[in-house]
């Protein structure tokens, strides 16, 4: 079986039984940070804590990349084999908007307001066969 | 202590194989010396930027090296708001009595690629495919449609007068007017943003020379004055580009400050300007600054756009020299475009494109990556 890793460390629990966003939450202010962070942006507070983002939020608006980026982009995709792929921020609630990767590319199905809930699939295979791990946003 | 805009010069803005970035720069110096009927060397100082063509004091290897303090200035898509900034309060604080503002660009074809370390940001971002401007424009005109109704072939219209209006501006890259129906069937690049709703990367140059208020009319019969120069970045909880994720209460962005603050050190309103040049990126970055630079409320560009109020020949005559859309986007030199439109229109010089009505006052704003925005307010 082949290795699965986190394309960052510290943006989700990974491994986990039931894997979950991350962020800093300010002991100050109360303000969410995703990715989390050492420090508030709110209010400039040094004291965080870590938490578990909720897993279910709302689409609070979105995008399709229609072209294949440039680098840094980095997939194991080809121009060739280059699927459109949707882009939003996710509004979860009591924490933060996060901006993710929609598993939707179809326009047509997506729409503001629609419920969506954190999934976390492969996102491409390193050279040494590593599956790299990212979170997306999926319609509910 | 007023600042005067006595010098413009411009290198003509889209493709030029045969210059390079710094080259267009010191064309565009040269124009603006010329204009203003001085000399490279009776400048005391200078600021300027590029984004991709080296470092702006380099022009001293084409202008002549005379020993002045020359400061390289990079803020993004605010390096021309930040270099004239920079030069306004220089003159303003009594240090210096006249000098020389510069902007050029020679950016590679295709959307720009930042990347995210830069920005402080992991580079996760960019390898999933979210470090692209393009998709944050995209966002923030869907969300902004969705909660002000604002149709999709407004966007298209905006377009379409862009290249009106470039097809008027002999400086600009796009010269042809383009069908609205070919605006909004052309390739989608980012929903709902189609291929010709979005400027490209491109080359220009732009310089200015600024001196004292009381010293302008030694220089022109028609000096126009920088009324305020104002840059802000963005405070917690604005919706910016290049943010993994944004706080749950929205306040207003760098745009909506830096105009207030401008207004009030101007002691104008919006309902004063006679010509406004508005950051156009894409065509729905026009229709939100026009709102939150406070020209109208947010949802009533519907009705301004469809009713080519925004023309030139209408009430609010925005980017009259076709914006970022037609003269493309050299990061260094975008700004002080502006500049340089508000400023030919100020003085009655912009020919083909001229706004009717002896024009009195003008309005340039400009915004970038990774939330700043600069608004000057010139008055002739």
């Given at each position: 079986m082949s290795n699965q890793v986190p394309i960052a460390e510290g943006l989700f629990t990974w491994p986990s039984e039931n894997p979950a966003l991350l962020c800093s939450r300010c002991k100050n202010c109360g303000i969410a940070s995703f990715p989390s962070a050492e420090s508030c942006m709110a209010c400039s507070g040094q004291e965080v804590e870590i938490e578990e983002l909720p897993r279910r939020g709302?689409?609070?608006?979105?995008?399709?990349?229609?072209?294949?980026?440039?680098?840094?982009?980095?997939?194991d995709e080809t121009p060739e084999t280059f699927k459109p792929y949707g882009v939003g921020y996710v509004e979860l609630p009591g924490g933060v908007r996060v901006e993710g990767r929609l598993t939707e590319g179809d326009p047509q199905r997506l729409s503001i307001?629609?419920?969506?809930?954190?999934?976390?699939?492969?996102?491409?295979?390193?050279?040494?066969?590593?599956?790299?791990?990212?979170?997306?946003?999926?319609?509910? | 202590m007023d600042v005067a805009i006595v010098g413009i010069g411009i290198h003509p803005f889209g493709r030029t194989p045969s210059r390079n970035g710094l080259q267009q720069g010191a064309y565009a110096a040269r124009e603006a010396l010329k204009d203003a009927g001085v000399s490279w060397q009776d400048m005391q100082f200078a600021f300027g930027g590029s984004a991709s063509a080296g470092n702006a004091d380099a022009l001293g290897n084409e202008l002549g090296l005379t020993g002045i303090p020359f400061i390289n200035?990079?803020?993004?898509?605010?390096?021309?708001?930040?270099?004239?900034?920079?030069?306004?309060?220089?003159?303003?604080?009594?240090?210096?009595?006249?000098?020389?503002?510069?902007?050029?660009?020679?950016?590679?074809?295709?959307a720009f690629n930042a990347d995210p370390e830069a920005l402080g940001i992991g580079r996760w971002y960019g390898e999933v495919g979210m470090m692209m401007t393009t998709q944050f424009f995209a966002m923030k005109?869907?969300?902004?449609?969705?909660?002000?109704?604002?149709?999709?072939?407004?966007?298209?219209?905006?377009?379409?007068?862009?290249?009106?209006?470039?097809?008027?501006n002999p400086n600009a890259w796009r010269r042809e007017p383009i069908a609205v129906e070919e605006i909004a069937n052309s390739m989608m690049v980012s929903d709902p943003l189609t291929k010709f709703m979005f400027c490209s990367p491109?080359?220009?140059?732009?310089?200015?020379?600024?001196?004292?208020?009381?010293i302008a009319r030694q220089y022109t019969d028609k000096p126009v004055y920088l009324?305020?120069?104002?840059?802000?970045?963005?405070?917690?909880?604005?919706?910016?580009?290049?943010?993994?994720?944004?706080?749950?209460v929205q306040v207003d962005g760098p745009t909506v400050d830096a105009s207030k603050a401008a207004f009030e050190m101007a002691g104008v309103g919006p309902g004063d300007i006679d010509v406004l040049q508005l950051q156009d990126t894409e065509?729905?970055?026009?229709?939100?600054?026009?709102?939150?630079?406070?020209?109208?409320?947010?949802?009533?560009?519907?009705?301004?756009?469809?009713?080519?109020?925004t023309h030139i020949g209408?009430?609010?005559?925005?980017?009259?020299?076709?914006?970022?859309?037609?003269?493309?986007?050299?990061?260094?030199?975008?700004?002080?475009?502006?500049?340089?439109?508000?400023?030919?229109?100020?003085?009655?010089?912009?020919?083909?494109?001229?706004?009717?009505?002896?024009?009195?006052?003008?309005?340039?704003?400009?915004?970038?990556?990774?939330?700043?925005?600069?608004?000057?307010?010139?008055?002739?």
């Open positions: 709302t689409l609070w608006t979105w995008t399709v990349q229609q072209f294949m980026p440039k680098t840094p982009y980095h997939s307001g629609m419920e969506m809930e954190v999934v976390f699939e492969k996102y491409r295979t390193e050279d040494n066969g590593d599956e790299v791990i990212n979170f997306f946003f999926k319609p509910v | 200035v990079a803020n993004g898509c605010a390096t021309g708001g930040s270099s004239l900034i920079s030069a306004y309060n220089a003159i303003k604080s009594g240090e210096h009595d006249i000098g020389l503002v510069s902007g050029f660009d020679k950016h590679d074809r295709g005109i869907q969300k902004y449609m969705h909660d002000y109704g604002i149709s999709k072939d407004t966007l298209a219209k905006v377009s379409e007068k862009a290249f009106i209006n470039g097809s008027l491109s080359e220009g140059g732009v310089a200015l020379i600024l001196c004292r208020g009381d009324k305020s120069a104002v840059l802000k970045s963005r405070r917690y909880g604005s919706f910016e580009v290049f943010a993994p994720s944004q706080a749950l065509s729905g970055a026009e229709i939100m600054h026009m709102a939150e630079n406070g020209f109208c409320e947010h949802g009533e560009q519907e009705h301004l756009i469809q009713s080519g109020a209408g009430r609010m005559p925005v980017n009259t020299d076709g914006g970022c859309l037609a003269n493309g986007e050299p990061i260094g030199a975008s700004g002080l475009r502006q500049v340089f439109e508000s400023v030919l229109q100020l003085r009655g010089d912009a020919g083909e494109h001229q706004v009717p009505g002896d024009p009195q006052l003008g309005y340039t704003h400009v915004y970038g990556a990774p939330g700043i925005s600069a608004v000057t307010i010139l008055q002739r």
